[in-house]
T-cell receptor
Framework: NAGVTQTPKFRVLKTGQSMTLLCAQDMNHEYMYWYRQDPGMGLRLIHYSVGEGTTAKGEVPDGYNVSRLKKQNFLLGLESAAPSQTSVYFC?????????FGPGTRLTVT | GESVGLHLPTLSVQEGDNSIINCAYSNSASDYFIWYKQESGKGPQFIIDIRSNMDKRQGQRVTVLLNKTVKHLSLQIAATQPGDSAVYFCAENKNSGYALNFGKGTSLLVTP
């Protein structure tokens, strides 16, 4: 099992550009999550999904959109990147409350 | 608002000693707590969890203690090793579904 994988690992964007981060899990987990982590901070929940075709807002959803078209994939989109979105993005999945994390995507917006 | 916080931002211990990392929480309705370990450049790794109907839970070299009276959670690592050097996060489940609320983390440094 690969667990939770994320692509890409690194990305640099210019302000106003768009991109999609891909998260995939092979554990047949029902729930998936997107977090961002800023220096010296814990993780903050952006959006999450409790099943295929469903998504919900987390703590910091502004500027992001998500889609869960397939159970194993959870996409995070930035329509118009801003420097404030420079961060490390982590995807996680779970059956219940214990969440399992991917390796992260480091995004820099200049 | 309610939050999860850690008592110390950094902790330095000697190899072989026991480590204790503390966490305070304020949401008395939280019923589930998790400890994660995050090594540099990696995602958080699940260590151990505990439900609010328990006071103590043990794993391999790790023990989590929960004191609901004072809303305090601790992670004890026995015989700390250099590979234990990392940032440790406690997290609690929020009232809504399975979303977790993370603390800011404690950096554990193990010295030889």
């Amino acid at each position: 099992n690969a667990g939770v994988t994320q692509t890409p690992k690194f990305r640099v964007l210019k302000t106003g550009q768009s991109m999609t981060l891909l998260c995939a899990q092979d554990m047949n987990h029902e729930y998936m999550y997107w977090y961002r982590q800023d220096p010296g901070m814990g993780l903050r929940l952006i959006h999450y999904s409790v099943g295929e075709g469903t998504t919900a807002k987390g703590e910091v959803p502004d500027g992001y959109n998500v889609s869960r078209l397939k159970k194993q994939n959870f996409l995070l989109g930035l329509e118009s990147a801003a420097p404030s979105q420079t961060s490390v993005y982590f995807c996680a999945s779970s059956w219940g409350t214990a969440q399992y994390f991917g390796p992260g995507t480091r995004l820099t917006v200049t | 608002g309610e939050s999860v916080g850690l008592h110390l931002p950094t902790l330095s211990v000697q190899e072989g000693d026991n480590s204790i990392i503390n966490c305070a929480y304020s949401n008395s309705a939280s019923d589930y707590f998790i400890w994660y370990k995050q090594e540099s450049g990696k995602g958080p790794q699940f260590i151990i969890d505990i439900r609010s109907n328990m006071d103590k839970r043990q794993g391999q070299r790790v023990t989590v203690l929960l004191n609901k009276t004072v809303k305090h959670l601790s992670l004890q690592i026995a015989a700390t090793q250099p590979g234990d050097s990392a940032v440790y996060f406690c997290a609690e489940n929020k009232n809504s579904g399975y979303a977790l609320n993370f603390g800011k983390g404690t950096s554990l440094l193990v010295t030889p």
